[in-house]
């Protein structure tokens, strides 16, 4: 494990200091506004400055997309994932989000092919089936209601993004009540794990009230879960003229071949890396999509010119994916979204040895936050950044993105592998939603707060009224 400490190394003149003080006045109203207390800083101190995390955790803070690419990408071998995420292996394993260095790439360039453009147009189909099937209720709801209904944003996103990806590793081999089981345990032990990150102080309390044990009991329930199918799918496959087995995530990692041994995956490492792909799969889209929702709710002529451009490209009929490239107003609108509230709004790396990055020095053991939410908002770099303007994503926008001042998906050779699968998704959402529904923000409901956890999600759950068309 890196050394995390500064130890004092990061010479006076090169950066900006927030004082210890600040830092520890800072750290009561990070807690109480994470996104308000550090644009605060930056406004104060800069693009990058060095501060106390919770007034004891040195660590240097940017919004620099210069920096941010050295560290994710032009130096990126010199840069490990931090403490916190590789912590979170007890409870998801070793898959790819919480794997490091060579094993990580073996993994990586194994499964990376799992992930193009072709493999995900092939999954398209399964993803309009779960959202027709989302969708269709509530359509029945709403007629029944006179022609609008009120859902839930968040919970309903939620459920629809773990349908998603679940049904895209597992086809349908888990039945719904058993799909439910499996959101609960992957948010409960994300939870837990959060909770022993955010208060390290109540860990001796925790485990004296047996509570680490407990969640290493859930963790072996979600990979017992897991394992059984696992073990159903390769054995149903063996078997002698066995029908072809279905074209999903997990055949994809389970008919993987070690480029070097021509070995596939042991069995163990299967299980890691499609629980991984079930935790990093979900809540990152359906926050997304849980904003998306919020942003339409609030622009309804956004949301029109989305549904004119589906008219128009479509008539009547459903999607496909070769169409998505000419629906480029809903994915404009996606990634507005996405730059507004970056789901995954901070992303922490950790020097392994000292760097240089123009001049400054960067000695072993720097602990970077890389502010991929200030990247975002940051004025240098967009016009009205706290406007939702998703034609800034058009081809034509006056203003080229600068390299690394947009990154929702990070950067580098750890870019999300999903990013290609979380676009279709939530292009095929927005289209769909629209084709059938307004979307409209019902009257009296108070302003949503930003809740900067792992990811970025609303403080509490919301409503939205949907209206058939
Ligand atoms: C809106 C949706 C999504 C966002 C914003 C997002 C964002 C990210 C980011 C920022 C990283 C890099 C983290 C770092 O460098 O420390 C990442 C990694 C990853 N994401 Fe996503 N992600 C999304 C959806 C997905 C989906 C749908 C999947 C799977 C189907 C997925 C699987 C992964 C995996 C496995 C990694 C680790 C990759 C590696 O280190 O090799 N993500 N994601």
């Known amino acids: 494990m890196a ?32 996104l308000g207390a550090l644009d605060a800083i930056h406004a104060r101190f800069g693009a990058t400055a060095r501060l106390y995390i919770g007034g004891v955790q040195p660590s240097v ?16 071998r010199n840069y490990a994932k931090s403490r916190f995420n590789l912590g979170f292996a007890r409870y998801i394993g070793h898959g790819l989000l919480t794997n490091e260095g060579p094993d990580w790439l073996r993994q990586r360039r194994l ?20 959202v027709a099937d989302t969708l269709g209720p509530l359509a029945q709801d709403a007629t ?46 994300q939870g837990f794990y959060m ?31 897991l394992g059984r199918y696992i073990a159903q799918r390769q054995a149903a496959s063996a078997a002698p003229g066995a029908p072809a087995p279905p074209d999903d995530l997990l055949q994809m990692l389970l008919d993987a ?3 070097d041994t021509g070995q596939p995956m ?15 799969g979900h809540e990152t889209s359906a926050n997304a999509l849980t904003w998306l929702l919020y942003l339409l709710a609030h622009h309804p002529a956004e949301a029109q010119a989305i549904q004119h451009e589906t008219a128009e490209v479509l008539g009547n009929r459903a999607p496909t994916f070769a169409d998505l490239p000419r629906l480029g107003r809903a994915l404009h609108a996606v990634q507005e979204t996405m730059r507004l509230y970056p789901p995954a709004w901070m992303v922490a790396r950790v020097a392994l040895a000292d760097d240089d990055y123009q001049g400054l020095r960067i000695p072993k053991g720097t602990l970077f936050s890389l502010n991929l939410y200030g990247l975002h908002h940051d004025p240098q770099h967009w016009d009205a950044p706290a406007e939702f303007r998703p034609a800034r994503f058009a081809a034509d926008a006056p203003r080229p993105l600068v390299p690394f001042a947009y990154a929702p998906f990070g950067g580098g050779p750890r870019l999300c592998i999903g990013l290609q699968f979380a676009l279709t998704e939530m292009q095929l959402v927005v289209v769909e939603l629209l084709r059938v529904f307004d979307v409209e923000w019902p009257v009296g409901q108070p302003p949503v707060a930003k809740q900067p956890l792992i990811t970025l999600r609303p403080r509490g759950d919301f409503q939205v009224r949907l209206r058939l068309r």
């Open 144 to 189: 029944r209601l006179g022609g609008a209904v009120a859902v839930p944003a968040h919970a309903l996103m939620t459920r629809l993004t773990f349908r998603i990806i679940a049904r895209s590793v597992f086809s349908t081999s888990f039945a719904d009540a058993e799909l439910d089981r499996l959101a609960q345990l992957i948010t409960e032990l």
């Open 266 to 280: 042991a069995p163990d490492r299967v299980l890691d890396e499609a629980l991984i792909l079930l935790v990093a």
């Open 61 to 76: 803070l940017t919004r620099d997309p210069g920096l941010v690419q050295h560290v994710l990408q032009k130096n990126h």
């Open 195 to 225: 909770s022993t990150i955010r208060q390290p102080y109540l860990n001796g309390w925790r485990w004296l009230r047996g509570q680490f044990r407990y969640h290493d009991a859930r963790t072996a329930e979600l990979r017992a879960l």
């Open 257 to 259: 071949r070690y480029e």
């Open 111 to 130: 499964i990376q092919p799992g992930f193009h453009r072709q493999r995900v147009a092939g999954l398209t189909g399964l993803m309009q089936e779960i």
């Open 3 to 34: 050394d995390d400490d500064l130890g004092g190394r990061v010479p006076r003149w090169a950066l900006p200091q927030v004082p210890r003080w600040v830092s520890l006045r800072n750290s009561l109203k990070l807690v109480a506004d994470p």
